[in-house]
């Protein structure tokens, strides 16, 4: 009975320690210390005197440098151990919280703000979330309206959320490379279609140009949804459900209405070309 249990755990962390690093920069490191591991064994069973020294001698500097290599995936573990002991409970649902995704969406469709949501499912999106400014915030209407405002710092790339928390932010996305799609479609859309190819990812669009919502998964391409069908989709794909919401009437300052009443290039210089973004 005792060898049962030990082997039941062994298992639970070999298959806990897998699901940490799959889809993140770490699968192929493990790969790399699975190939020195299978060496050390072959010098030893083929009696291999000097390559068996060699392992033998860098093995102890082996373990830490796995600890400096893994510190990332061993925060995250540590964190969710931790996490997973404690009573407390999250402050809000996730169904609340991805509904905020729905209202800004509402609220850059209006105002034809340019934007990118990257919403994280199965598939760890770890290695893009390094390439953008780290957050890791609750998400919320306001800071997505924030992050996007086309005079932040951050307007630019995507956001990427993972269950209820915002990532990061500004991140780069690999672009499209299917022929298929329209040559007027531009660098944001190409962006979101691209992140689904590769992953199981859901990206929520909304075009600088005409303000359209479209959403992308696993490559296919929605586009020109409503904000009760953008609700409806989110609801399907996150099998849970997404309760509707009055949506917010956007409040513009003075200097947003003169700023509205200029043509697109001279209010945002470095946006997306109009020809492009669609």
């Not at 320690?17 to 699975?34: D, I, K, S, Y």
């Not at 190939?35 to 050390?40: D, E, I, R, S, T």
């Not at 392992?55 to 573990?77: M, W």
Request: charged content about 20%.
């Amino acid at each position: 009975m005792t060898n049962v249990i030990d082997i039941l755990l062994v298992a639970f962390v070999i298959y806990q320690f897998l699901m940490l690093v799959r889809g993140t920069r770490a699968a192929p490191m493990l790969v790399g210390v699975g190939a020195v591991a299978l060496g050390f064994y072959i010098a030893r069973v083929g009696r291999l005197t000097t390559l068996s020294w060699l392992v033998s001698t860098l093995l102890p500097y082996v373990v830490f440098a796995l600890i400096v290599v893994f510190q990332s995936e061993l925060r995250h573990a540590l964190a969710n151990l931790g996490s997973r002991l404690t009573l407390s409970r999250a402050p809000s649902s996730e169904s609340d919280a991805y509904d905020d995704i729905v209202l800004a969406a509402n609220l850059f469709s209006q105002n034809q703000t340019g934007a990118l949501v990257v919403i994280e499912r199965e598939i760890g999106l770890r290695t893009y979330i390094e390439s953008g400014v780290p957050m890791d915030a609750r998400l919320s209407y306001d800071l997505l309206a924030t992050i996007f405002r086309p005079s932040a710092p951050l307007h630019d790339g995507a956001v990427i959320v993972q269950k209820d928390r915002i990532a990061a932010a500004a991140c780069f996305l690999p672009l499209s490379m299917n022929p298929v799609l329209s040559t007027q479609m531009g660098t944001r859309h190409r962006a979101g279609i691209g992140i689904t190819e590769e992953t199981d990812a859901i990206a929520v669009i909304v075009s600088e140009e005409s303000g359209a919502i479209s959403l992308a998964v696993s490559g296919n391409f929605e586009r020109d949804l409503t904000v009760e069908q953008l609700r409806e989709r989110l609801s399907t794909l996150l099998r849970r459900y997404v309760p509707p919401s009055t949506l917010p009437t956007p409040i513009v300052t003075e200097e947003e209405k003169e700023e509205g009443e200029r043509p697109a290039s001279v209010r945002n210089p470095e946006s997306y070309s109009p020809e492009v973004d669609r």
